[in-house]
């Protein structure tokens, strides 16, 4: 199961790094991703990288949020600038080994950006 770290509570405008460990994942990642869910809402994903470094990111966080992947290590990073306070949200690690259509949740981690 992927373990994230790094959450916390960050005044807005501020910058924040979450980190992502594939613990027992023994296989090669393909894909490695981060999701988000709010208070009351649906999880959405915030960004996605692939093993060739091919990146997503939905449209509310494009120029602030940056994702990047050790593939030595198999971990994943979300580095979060200029926070805002509807990023508040728990913050979800999703890795999905290559051979698997489905992946691995981690448990999850709290970013609060209060308003």
């Known amino acids: 199961q992927p373990v994230e770290s790094g959450g916390g509570l960050v005044q807005p405008g501020g910058s924040l790094s979450l980190s992502c460990a594939a613990s027992g994942i023994m296989s090669v990642i393909s894909t490695m991703a981060w999701h988000r869910q709010a208070p009351g809402k649906q999880r959405e994903l915030v960004a996605s990288?692939?093993?060739?470094?091919?990146?997503i990111y939905a449209e509310s966080v494009k120029g602030r949020f940056t994702i990047s992947r050790d593939n030595i290590r198999d971990m994943v990073f979300l580095h979060m600038n200029s926070l805002k306070p509807e990023d508040t949200a728990v913050y979800y690690c999703?890795?999905?080994?290559?051979?698997?259509?489905?992946?691995?949740w981690g448990q999850g981690t709290q970013v609060t950006v209060p308003s």
């Open positions: 990288i692939t093993s060739g470094g091919s990146t």
């Open positions: 999703y890795m999905v080994p290559s051979h698997m259509t489905v992946g691995y």
